[in-house]
């Protein structure tokens, strides 16, 4: 496509252009720009740039524009959409919900002044060992689906084989002493499965690398490591293709090696009790040497490097990215051998061992992480305190509290669902680990606590809408009354103010899960015996609702286990499906991989240098003004795109934000980059900026700068509805619009027309308070729009 560039002349100079950038959700850029005819101008099928046919060449020849246009600026549509809701492998992505939540963990620390702090990258290096634990324990539920259930107790147990024929040839009883029937090859056999699922993880992340994270950003220069500019505006903020690179690395070999010991273990566990040939039990003790030095490479990996953000990493640590999978792989395919020698005396029988420590190693590990995180989070926030941070700078160990529960349900479902389905009648195979048995057992529980937060919630709104009625009556106060209408606001308003209680929810929930995760350890390692079977012998009780809660627990991850799958199928068969996924992933994704490289992908990293580039190219080339007009989930693209702009070019744009959840979310929850300070700094660069909001929208809000700088940036919340009942200008009842449709309102046209006439096309002028020798944006320098 022709990309719609300027000439140079005064005609160009004086043109204005408002890039739009679309939020959570997406939309067409017919929708975008209210014209049926587009043109897309620069970009791909993922992610794009368009114009109204009218308007392509509007810098060159503007008396082509249609008279409805003319001294309008031009509009844009920015269409990103695609990039988190494309084809039907982005149903895919549902696996790996756990890791993008232990993702945003790592961008939950609190504010400091010094980055450089050993505190802060300790934060980070627990939450980067917290994704490892999360990979070891997704790969240690499907070794325990494949290996345990499937191959050791179902193939191994007469009645289950002949139950499920495709199982038969791994039967001693039904293959007839088979090859493949000793125990050790079926394990090297099952092992396929999760080393597939390996494999697959790495092929995702491989691909959407390629794809979002080698995405150049604007060249710029290096800054040095004490440079305190907002961590958005660094010049390697939005490209981690060496970290990702590693840690994908790290990730699979991590995989391939828990493959490898519970293949390996099993082997060398028979051989040290049964007094076999001292060759194999020589070699077993080999392969778990091996075993351990390769975790603790793989521990080296993960915690020698974090993030490189104040210059352009371009190396890829080559060697380490060939020789580590391919090192951990050879020792898989030698475990295979070792597993699959002959043992005549090998039989399977109960469950394969080692499999309840493993899980409860990785509960207690990632519960010890959880603490850590904990404190260091807490010693971080009170070196520099901000009331509006989410619970107290602890929402980074909450959030990945919870990614360890996702974890662990995940798993869990899994294998109590494939163990119900080989057991049939039940009674034929022991099934899986205690330990899972009783974190389901606690699910319940768990539910219960949800209600009563539920009910919470709901009390706290009619509290709030009480409260509402009388501010909905004052601000519509010359309108005749209407006591149904005035309560319909204020109950809209009210449920969107409940948006601000999410951290107390969280962080309840996060702690209720870390107390129960911690007593169904306790539990499977005190008695070794399920709820049910542990409480036989107390009060009848308690007896009853252990086996309540035994049953119920079973019950729930086998249904959410259903569901889950369900809604992975048709998200990859029907698009509007894939949409609503997406909704999810446009928040979750905004950030880079810094924590897990399986995670889904961070389409901020392709979309923030497509606006930078953008908005570079076309202020260069034409002088002109541009105002980047974002809403939602746009308006934090837009803001980052904002911060990485040259300071030449920043001074070329003003900032439209409507419905934003900046600081109302993103400040509250990822303070160090969206904090006070951050949002400050980003008024101080910008040329201007106006943020519209409304109290019906549940997302957006107002900027809340300190001293004066938050009237220059929020306008009062918008009037929703515009009307508050029928007059002849408006006879039908007016819609209560919330967190769309900000267009719609006049005052939205009336914003954007003072930000252009701030944007003069000479010159811009300077800001009111700076003197002759102090330059534009300097300190102390702020816009006046109203």
Known sequence: MNEATGSGPQQAADTALELLVHGVGGTTPQEMLNDPRTVRITGDDTAAVFRRADDVEAETNATRRPAEHQGKPIPEAYVWCNLTSGNGSRALWLLLLPFMVVNLAHWMRPTVSDNRKPAVRLYGLLVRLTGLTLTVLLVAAACEVALDLAAWQCAGTPDCAREHSWLGFLSPAVSDGGWWSQPGRRLALASLVPAALTGLLWYLSHRTWSAYESQQPRPREDEPEEDSRAGLGRPGFWYGRRLVARLRVAHTAAGLLTIAAAVGAAAARHDREAGGPAALDALGWLLNGAFVLGAVFVLWVVCSRGRSEHRLDRQLDAA??????????????????????????????????????AFGTIALVECLLVIALGVVAHV??????????????????????LACALGGVMSGGVSQRVADWLDGTGGTIAGPPVLLTWQASVIPPLLLVLFVLVGWLARRTVVLRRTETAAVELAYEDEPKDESTTRRIASIRAMAS????????????????????????????????????????????????????????????????????TWGRRAYKDRTARRTIGILWDVGTFWPRAAHPFAPPCYAERAVPDLTWRIAGWTRATGGRLVLSGHSQGSVLAAAAAWQLEPSVRKRVALLTYGSPLERLYGRWFPAHFGPAALSGLHRDVDCWRNLYRATDPIGGPMRLPGDRGPQVDREALEDPLAYCRSERHPLPAPILGHSDY????VFAQEREKLLARLRPDIPAPRPGAGPEEPEGGPGAEPTLV
Request: aromatic share 6%; proline share 8%.
């Open 320 to 357: 380490l990215v060939r020789r580590l999978p391919l090192g951990s792989l050879a020792l898989l395919v030698l475990t295979f051998v070792y597993a699959g020698w002959p043992r005549p005396g090998w039989r399977s029988d109960h469950r394969l061992s080692g499999g309840g420590t």
């Open 380 to 401: 971080l926030y009170r070196a520099q305190p901000d009331p509006r941070t989410a619970m107290r700078g602890l929402a980074g160990p909450a959030v990945a509290m």
């Open 498 to 565: 409940l948006t601000d209680r999410a951290p107390r929810i969280i962080g309840v929930i996060s702690v209720v899960t870390l107390i129960l995760g911690g007593l169904a350890l306790a539990g499977a390692l005190a008695t070794q015996d399920a709820p049910g079977e542990a409480a036989r012998d107390t009060y009848p009780v308690v007896r009853g609702a252990a086996e309540t809660a035994q049953a119920l627990g079973s019950w729930l991850i086998g249904v959410g286990f259903i569901l889950f799958v």
């Open 743 to 746: 267009q719609a309102d006049p």
